[in-house]
């Protein structure tokens, strides 16, 4: 019930992060976006809202080639990191 009401919330958000550039909070977003999409079963969501984390998460690097994004221990890059969050549930196009 809680991620339901999230992800409404969410493409509230989304509308006007698009629209100002915030690749940076858009990234976040749509990560929350896809563990919340996960938890109320729509994997394919889930899978779609990850590949735009990743599209969020170039866009801000382009913008903003000094910034230092968090990569979680055990990971080399960002990317390795939202290939395994795909991986582990059973998206499509994960490695």
Same mark, same amino acid.
């Given at each position: 019930? /809680?991620? !339901?009401?999230?992800?409404?919330?969410? !493409?509230?958000?989304?509308?006007?992060? @698009? *629209?100002?550039? $915030?690749?940076? @909070? @858009?990234?976040? @977003? /749509?990560?929350?976006?896809?563990?919340? &999409?996960? +938890? #109320?079963? $729509? #994997?394919?969501?889930?899978?779609?809202? /990850?590949d735009k984390t990743l599209n969020a998460y170039e866009n801000n690097i382009k913008l903003n %080639?000094?910034? +230092?994004?968090?990569? %979680?221990?055990?990971?080399? =890059?960002? *990317?390795?990191?939202?290939? =395994?969050?795909?991986?582990?549930? +059973?998206?499509?196009? &994960? #490695?």
């Amino acid at each position: 019930m /809680y991620y !339901s009401e999230a992800l409404e919330f969410y !493409s509230l958000a989304e509308k006007d992060l @698009l *629209q100002n550039k $915030k690749y940076d @909070l @858009l990234t976040n @977003l /749509y990560f929350n976006m896809a563990w919340s &999409s996960y +938890k #109320v079963g $729509k #994997v394919g969501n889930a899978c779609k809202y /990850y590949d735009k984390t990743l599209n969020a998460y170039e866009n801000n690097i382009k913008l903003n %080639p000094n910034s +230092k994004p968090f990569i %979680p221990s055990g990971y080399g =890059s960002f *990317q390795e990191y939202l290939g =395994s969050r795909k991986k582990g549930m +059973k998206c499509n196009d &994960s #490695v």
